[in-house]
């Protein structure tokens, strides 16, 4: 053998050890979803139990080695995470400038603080910049939190939120590709293809809503959905806009997931359908940023 052919495959060995290729797996996302959720994701660098109250998911995490504290997962937060004033004043997180946030109707300058990592099991984030606000006055004292984990915390992985057992996994060696059977492909996190009875429009995946669906009110007067009654307004980030409530008899169709009977608010303000909490809750959720892919898949009897 030359030694140039000997330097080369020398040099792929090193590669293949500091780059290890990832696992394969199922062609389908739903097979994929399945066979995640029996132990087939050994390899998961995440893997925890989860609790929700109004349908918001929430974990323990450490935050500048101490803790644990209690985060939501809201994958309609962009960066990194939130903290609330709470943790900000208790660990005395330093200020790291300023920032802005928007709901979609409203944009707010917020403040940003430093921390130094932020734990969840495997995955740690290190010397992250993140919004501060207070957040536990907008919620019940049993809902409360200390932060929030956003989308840009499981960036660079496979992430899957699987609601029935309530658990969430995260993996570095897995993928959901754009050429795999049931996946949606985004070019805006998370908006991906909703069809509501024969019509398709965009739905943006928000796991921190306390809502089943919300529907641009231009959006329910094509659907003939049942007539609407007026509600409590709808609180987003900056914003708490009017709507009215009402009910849609479907179906429904999220990715290989199918609805029918839901309930829905709607508001005037809203350009796009939200896709909240309460449609998931019966749904295994696999998102990979690095594909720009999501798959929403019905847990399989067993």
């Known amino acids: 053998m030359s030694s140039a052919k000997q330097s080369f495959l020398a040099l792929a060995a090193i590669v293949g050890a500091a780059f290890p290729a990832a696992a394969s797996g199922p062609t389908d996302a739903c097979a994929l979803a399945e066979s995640l959720s029996v132990g087939a994701g050994g390899d998961a660098l995440v893997d925890l139990p989860f609790r929700t109250i109004d349908g918001r998911i929430y974990l323990d995490v450490l935050v500048n080695g101490r803790g ?4 939501a997962v809201d994958t309609g937060a962009s960066g990194i995470g939130r903290a609330d004033a709470s943790l900000v004043s208790e660990l005395a997180l330093p200020f790291d400038g300023e920032g802005q946030t928007s709901d979609g109707v409203t944009t707010a300058k917020v403040d940003t603080v430093r921390i130094a990592s932020l734990t969840l099991d495997g995955l740690v984030r290190s010397e992250v910049s993140v919004i501060a606000r207070d957040y536990r006055s907008r919620v019940s004292p049993e809902a ?9 915390f499981f960036a660079d992985g496979l992430l899957m939120i699987d609601f029935p057992a309530q658990r969430l996994r995260f993996f570095n060696v897995r993928d959901l590709r754009a050429d795999q059977s049931g996946v949606m492909v985004y070019e805006r996190a998370f908006r ?14 928000d796991t921190g809503a306390d809502v089943t669906l919300v529907i641009p009110a231009a959006v329910y007067e094509q659907l003939q959905g049942a007539p609407l009654q007026s509600a409590e307004n709808v609180s987003l980030t900056n914003t708490r806009i009017e709507s009215s409530s009402g ?4 179906p429904i169709q999220i990715g290989e997931a199918m609805l029918t009977d839901v309930p829905v608010r709607v508001v005037a303000e809203l350009h796009e359908v939200l896709v909240g909490a309460h449609a998931l809750k019966d749904q295994r959720v696999l998102i990979d940023q690095r594909h720009k892919t999501v798959g929403v898949c019905p847990a399989r009897d067993r």
Do not use: D, H, Q
């Not at 409360?144 to 840009?152: K, T, W």
């Not at 009910?247 to 479907?250: I, S, T």
């Open 247 to 250: 009910r849609y008899a479907g």
């Open 68 to 71: 644990p504290f209690v985060f």
């Open 144 to 152: 409360a939190f200390s932060g929030i984990l956003g989308r840009e």
């Open 192 to 205: 991906v293809p909703v069809t509501l009875g024969s019509k398709t429009t965009a739905g943006n995946l």
